[in-house]
């Protein structure tokens, strides 16, 4: 049975949103909204004016944690980003995503994906290298800026190939690129929001299936912005340093968050001054 969330209201029309398969299904009339209306109208007279005031008391789900002496230290992302929604690509439901290209530390996190994008020109030597080593779905950035056009539609064409879940486009690329895209590759195609002025109206337009926010401070304002554009498009925000930056993502709307992790330098720092002190 679907579970259906409150409706929205974009450019006029009404929507709602399925949470269990992430498609959207158009109210076509007056009639339906109203007939949802009395049904709930209903439903609550029942509840409060029924015999029986009884309520049911969920009970903490005890949850068995398996760890090694081996495999103990990991990179965890932060549990409050359990309260965000997720989002479900191919029946996987994500709602972490571990920004990173450090192949051991894609292999010791309980992030639910990887996004790896780095500032050099995407290579498919580096993204088969990252999808063959990690143990969870990979998101794959293939350009949009400098390397972009035919090349990119490649990268993408590849990434799919050698298993990638997505591929990631940088703020230059062009709605046209997105568009292509759509059309050659089977795989969800996110672009990446960095301010309140980018076109986020034409990205929607153009076929993007997920907005990757990245506005620094001003990251819970943009996915703000963009509810008030589209309150069905799928949106990944950066969590910042803090379980608060976080939750005001969530609460903006973000339906999962990307986690920048410790450098391995900076783990290891860790690791060597409690050696020193044995």
């Not at 409150?6 to 399925?18: A, D, L, T, Y």
């Not at 009395?38 to 029986?52: A, D, E, H, R």
């Not at 992030?111 to 790896?116: K, Q, R, S």
């Not at 990251?219 to 608060?244: F, H, L, P």
């Amino acid at each position: 049975m679907a579970i259906y969330r409150p409706e929205c209201k974009i450019n006029g029309s009404f929507k709602v949103r399925n949470s269990l398969i992430f498609q959207s299904s158009q109210i076509k009339s007056d009639k339906n909204i109203l007939l949802k209306f009395k049904l709930l109208l209903s439903l609550t007279i029942q509840f409060f004016f029924s015999g029986s005031k009884k309520l049911t008391v969920m009970k903490p789900v005890y949850i068995p944690d398996f760890r090694s002496r081996l495999h103990k230290n990991i990179v965890a992302v932060p549990e409050i980003i359990n309260n965000c929604s997720g989002i479900r690509v191919f029946g996987q439901l994500l709602k972490s995503f571990l920004f990173s290209t450090d192949v051991a530390i894609i292999r010791n996190t309980n992030a639910d994906a990887i996004i790896a994008v780095y500032p050099f020109t995407p290579q498919p030597a580096i993204s088969h290298a990252l999808i063959l080593a990690a143990d969870k779905p990979i998101f794959c950035g293939v350009g949009g800026g400098i390397t972009t056009g035919d090349r990119s539609v490649e990268l993408a064409l590849d990434a799919e190939f050698q298993g990638a879940l997505g591929v990631v486009l940088n703020k230059p690329t062009p709605n046209d690129l997105i568009k292509r895209l759509k059309e050659k590759i089977d795989i969800p195609v996110v672009i990446t929001i960095v301010s309140m002025q980018d076109d986020i109206r034409g990205r929607i337009a153009a076929g993007t299936d997920i907005l990757n926010v990245s506005g620094a401070d001003k990251t819970s304002d943009i996915v703000k912005m963009i509810r008030d554009i589209d309150c069905e498009v799928a949106v990944i925000a950066t969590g910042g340093k803090t379980d608060d930056h976080i939750q005001l993502a969530i609460e903006a709307g973000a339906n999962a968050i990307s986690y920048t992790p410790p450098t391995t330098g900076e783990l290891f720092k860790e690791i060597m001054l409690r050696y020193r002190d044995e």
